[in-house]
């Protein structure tokens, strides 16, 4: 059975930096991609970033490109995201995901999702 586990949320000042893990375990096969979600109170979870296998390939949401780096290690199944330049709209539940569909910015095209992370920007 595969599972996420993400670490690293806390509380941040505005500016401040922090950097997001996840490490999947039970996976056999498949070049997947790794993607980072969030979700704020009373919002639809929103695409943050994700990295192709060979982490060649990286896509990031408006909302945090030039802030935000995806990165991936494979030998240690883990993905991670870099956040710099917080802002009080970067407060919310972060979640990685994985998927099989290269590209993939879409929610309900990832299959397998950990449980989250809080992350709260203070102004």
């Known amino acids: 059975q595969v599972q996420l586990v993400e670490s690293g949320g806390g509380l941040v000042q505005a500016g401040g930096s922090l950097r997001l893990s996840c490490v999947e375990s039970g996976r056999t096969s498949g070049s997947y991609v790794m993607g980072w979600f969030r979700q704020a109170p009373e919002k639809e979870r929103e695409f943050v970033a994700a990295i192709g296998w060979t982490a060649d390939s990286t896509y990031y949401g408006d909302l945090v490109k030039g802030r935000f780096t995806i990165s991936r290690d494979n030998a240690k199944n883990t993905v991670y995201l870099q956040m710099n330049g917080l802002k009080p709209e970067d407060t919310a539940v972060y979640y990685c995901?994985?998927?099989?569909?290269?590209?993939?910015?879409?929610?309900?095209?990832?299959?397998?999702w950990g449980q989250g992370t809080q992350v709260t920007v203070s102004s």
């Open positions: 995901a994985d998927t099989l569909a290269y590209g993939s910015i879409w929610a309900h095209e990832y299959i397998y």
